[in-house]
């Protein structure tokens, strides 16, 4: 096996326990795939919905590693989500195209998730835009989640009130 296929396998097997379509008789409707951990953790049903805000100075492993398990998933619609669909810088002056504002959003989302960025973070902790974003697709999504101070976005949205949370430094 070799590291593109581990990592495939690794990241449907970290992944498969949040989507509820998951096909749990994978072995009994495709036989040839009895012991093949990928095609038995892809969700059946209707694509499954993934957000992913972008912001400016966002930290890009923050996006990218939880996108590179998402997206390998496959059967699900990852958006890449800001206020328009020009580029955002991150924290490292890499360019990212996001591929639907929050308008275009899907109203009802499996995920939710967003990234840590310090600097980026505070800066639009206020922003009535983003808050009432996160706030709205947060409050109907399946799973809403963060890495380090995207948690912090979180909390400015409501969205931690009543739970437990910590994030990183």
Same mark, same amino acid.
């Given at each position: 096996?070799?590291?593109?296929?581990?990592?495939?396998?690794?990241?449907?097997?970290?992944?498969?326990? @949040?989507?509820?379509?998951?096909?749990?008789?994978?072995?009994?409707?495709?036989?040839?795939?009895?012991?093949?951990?990928?095609?038995?953790?892809?969700?059946?049903?209707?694509?499954?919905? #993934?957000?992913?805000?972008?912001?400016?100075? +966002?930290?890009?492993?923050?996006? +990218?590693?939880?996108?590179?398990?998402?997206?390998?998933?496959?059967?699900?619609?990852?958006? @890449?989500?800001?206020?328009?669909?020009? #580029?955002?810088?991150?924290?490292?002056?890499?360019?990212?195209?996001?591929?639907?504002?929050?308008?275009?959003?899907?109203?009802?989302?499996?995920?939710? *998730?967003?990234?840590?960025?310090?600097?980026?973070?505070?800066?639009?902790?206020?922003?009535?835009?983003?808050?009432? *974003?996160?706030?709205?697709?947060?409050?109907?999504?399946?799973?809403?989640?963060?890495?380090?101070?995207?948690?912090?976005?979180?909390?400015?949205?409501?969205?931690?009130?009543?739970?437990?949370?910590?994030?990183?430094?």
């Amino acid at each position: 096996m070799n590291r593109r296929e581990f990592s495939k396998v690794l990241g449907a097997t970290l992944a498969a326990p @949040l989507f509820p379509y998951s096909q749990a008789n994978a072995s009994e409707s495709h036989p040839a795939h009895k012991h093949d951990q990928i095609h038995s953790a892809v969700p059946a049903g209707p694509p499954q919905h #993934i957000a992913m805000l972008l912001y400016p100075a +966002f930290i890009p492993l923050d996006l +990218f590693g939880p996108h590179a398990v998402f997206a390998l998933l496959g059967h699900v619609n990852v958006h @890449l989500v800001w206020k328009t669909k020009d #580029i955002v810088m991150a924290a490292t002056n890499l360019p990212v195209q996001p591929t639907t504002t929050f308008k275009e959003c899907p109203k009802d989302l499996d995920i939710l *998730f967003v990234p840590g960025g310090l600097e980026g973070g505070t800066a639009i902790m206020n922003d009535p835009e983003v808050v009432d *974003f996160l706030h709205d697709r947060g409050g109907r999504a399946k799973y809403v989640t963060s890495v380090c101070t995207g948690s912090l976005l979180l909390g400015a949205a409501g969205l931690l009130q009543g739970y437990k949370a910590t994030s990183h430094w």
